[in-house]
């Protein structure tokens, strides 16, 4: 299978960087090669970056591109606002040679090579489903059983649907297909496809309605018996989970999806950095 | 100070050169909008606030300004895209308050918390700090205890930097209103 740049961003290899080894075993199992990618900055974050300057955001995301095309390798993130970020200005670019152009020539400013606009971005549940495949996941889960899973898909890794173009965004499968695939019940729950609350800079200016958010997404996931919270994207991860230590309240495990596979793989547990999360994984 | 709460009470005059300035910033799709309210009704941070994503995009439609660019309301968007997926008229409204809120920067409406988001992000190429604790616990999971990115590339960094400087962008986190 081919070999994909792993962009690492911020908030996984800072902050749970058990994620980030979880993926290099998860991968390294389904026989994907995961390279680094060399001197890659943040994507830069859409909601903290996007919102104060669409220039320098893009600039900035097209520097990473150019190290992924350096090296001959589309991008795989493990991060729905790294995927947005990156997804988006490689769309942008890649498409619009007068864009291009333009940006080019404030990487020629900072000293970047040119970007040739051949990059492709892909969110690694959409790798799992459409490259690996459900089935190869199932004939190597051989734990996790039964748990009952709220899968949270968040917001970015699917929308904006027109550029996207992944799975329906209202009624979404692929990734509740994958979390079965790996032993464990995917649940129906009230809005179950609604936002976090982190994103759009609201976690850092107004982190109290963020959290309202949350609440209520919470108070849905355990009316519906969730056992487990199931992301695919450690900003939700961080929210949901010091969201939860904040709060006081619910006790529900949040794992990544890369967590919940490396648990099923029968990975070793150590390795999974699941101590470090502020609600206790007890499972 | 109290603010009338309904925009369409108020006798002013529409403004089309700032919407105008709102198209050229991204928001091009702006004056499709015909006040459905939909947007309103699927906002998950409406739910738990007075910001009204309609009345939003209607200020910016009549060019009002003074109403949008100052406003917190501006800024309890979580670009979750529920609305912008929902529009019966194709508005995407992501991209109207994307392009409101880099022009809410440019006049120095920028919270603290964000500017110092923003600073971190210019200066050291990431928006989260690397600790001493936080390579530890790298080194324990197995993985390079500083990763792999600007962190351990003085030259990628300077690049980084450069751009800032290119797009002008160390300036905005220079201070804020």
């Known amino acids: 299978m081919a070999k994909f740049g792993f962009f690492l961003g911020c908030i996984m290899p800072l902050r749970y960087p058990g994620i980030e080894s979880s993926t290099r075993a998860v991968f390294d199992a389904l026989g994907v090669e995961l390279v680094d990618m060399q001197g890659a900055s943040c994507c830069p974050a859409p909601g903290v970056t996007r919102s104060f300057d669409q220039t320098y955001w893009l600039s900035v995301a097209a520097r990473n591109l150019v190290i992924a095309e350096k090296m001959g390798v589309d991008i795989v993130t493990i991060c729905n606002g790294c995927f947005d970020t990156l997804f988006e200005a490689a769309h942008k670019l890649n498409h619009d040679a007068e864009l291009r152009k333009k940006i080019n020539k404030i990487l020629k400013e900072a000293g970047v090579d040119e970007y040739q606009g051949t990059v492709n971005v892909r969110h690694f549940v959409e790798l799992l489903y459409k490259d690996v495949g459900v089935e190869a996941i199932r004939a190597k889960a051989r734990q996790g059983k039964g748990m009952k899973a709220a899968v949270h898909y968040g917001c970015h890794f699917l929308k904006p649907s027109n550029i996207k173009k992944i799975d329906d965004a209202e009624r979404p499968h692929i990734f509740d297909d994958i979390v079965e695939a790996a032993g464990m019940t995917s649940l129906p729950f009230k809005d179950k496809g609604s936002c976090c609350g982190a994103g759009g800079g609201v976690r850092a200016r107004t982190p109290d309605v963020a959290l309202k958010m949350t609440k209520e997404n919470l108070t849905n996931m355990q009316a519906a018996g969730a056992e487990v919270i199931v992301d695919c994207c450690p900003f939700c991860h961080l929210q949901y989970d010091a969201g939860q230590a904040q709060l006081k309240e619910f006790g529900i495990p949040v794992l990544h999806l890369s967590q919940i596979l490396g648990l099923a793989f029968g990975l070793e547990k150590e390795k999974l950095g699941l101590e470090c999360h502020l609600t206790k994984v007890n499972i | ?177």
């Open chain 2, 1 to 177: 100070m109290h603010r009338p709460v309904s925009v369409l009470a108020e006798a002013k005059e529409p403004n089309p050169e700032f919407t105008r300035k709102v198209v050229e910033a991204g928001g091009k799709t702006v004056n499709l909008c015909f006040q459905c309210g939909t947007c309103t009704g699927s906002c998950p941070s409406g739910r738990q606030t007075a910001f009204r994503v309609r009345k939003l995009v209607r200020r910016a439609q009549l060019g009002f300004e003074e109403d949008v660019l100052p406003s917190d309301d501006l800024w309890l968007c979580t670009t979750c895209f529920t609305c912008y997926e929902r529009c019966p008229r194709g508005v995407e409204i992501v991209d109207v308050i994307m392009a409101l809120r880099n022009m809410a920067v440019r006049k120095g409406y920028m919270a603290e918390p964000h500017r110092k988001v923003a600073e971190l992000i210019s200066k050291t190429g990431h928006m989260v700090s690397l600790r001493d604790e936080d390579k530890a616990l790298r080194a324990r999971l197995g993985l390079q205890g500083v990763p792999p990115t600007v962190f351990s590339d003085p030259k990628a960094l300077e690049q980084v930097k450069r751009i800032g400087a290119a797009c002008g962008f160390d300036k905005l986190t220079a201070g804020g209103k």
